[in-house]
């Protein structure tokens, strides 16, 4: 990963988190472009997916609120979705106006293509870290996120 200049070794106890969380997802965003070439899938739809894979009966209204978007864009993507067999919705038995979506079989095909991808970036940005450090600075990350 190549920094912008103000990214120094001295002195980076007084960068900013934002600005290293900034160059991550910029680093990801670039890496993660290059793999989705051959697919249907967009850098935007990709998270949908893969929030649906690791969460427990995921609603549609709760992917809007996730992802700050609308609610017309969200159905869009699921449409998507539906339409390439990678989910399904299904009515909630305790309230019929909400839909579950889960991953079919092809859904979960694709997404662990997806991850994969994932793991090759995270390979790649800790390739200097020992295991020990990764470790850790998952840790660290999941205090700052909770």
């Known amino acids: 990963m190549s920094l912008p200049p103000q ?11 934002y600005h290293y969380v900034e160059e991550m997802i910029s680093n990801y965003g670039k890496y993660i472009t290059t793999q989705l070439t ?16 690791f969460g427990e009966k995921t609603t549609q209204k709760e992917l809007v609120e996730l992802f700050k978007v609308s609610e017309g864009y969200t159905a869009k993507i699921l449409r998507k979705f ?4 990678y989910i399904k ?15 079919t079989p ?9 991850i994969e991808y994932i793991r090759d970036w995270e390979n ?10 990764v ?12």
């Open 7 to 17: 990214f120094k070794k001295d002195n980076i106890e007084n960068i900013f988190i």
């Open 38 to 53: 051959d697919d249907d899938i967009t850098k935007s739809e990709l998270p949908f997916l893969l929030r649906i894979r």
């Open 82 to 85: 539906e339409d390439k067999n």
């Open 89 to 103: 919705r299904y009515e909630n038995p305790d309230n019929h106006r909400i839909k579950i979506v889960k991953l």
């Open 106 to 114: 092809e859904g979960m095909e694709i997404t662990d293509k997806y």
């Open 124 to 133: 790649k940005v800790t390739s200097n870290m020992s295991p020990e450090e």
């Open 135 to 146: 470790q850790t600075l998952k840790k660290l990350l999941y205090k700052v996120v909770i």
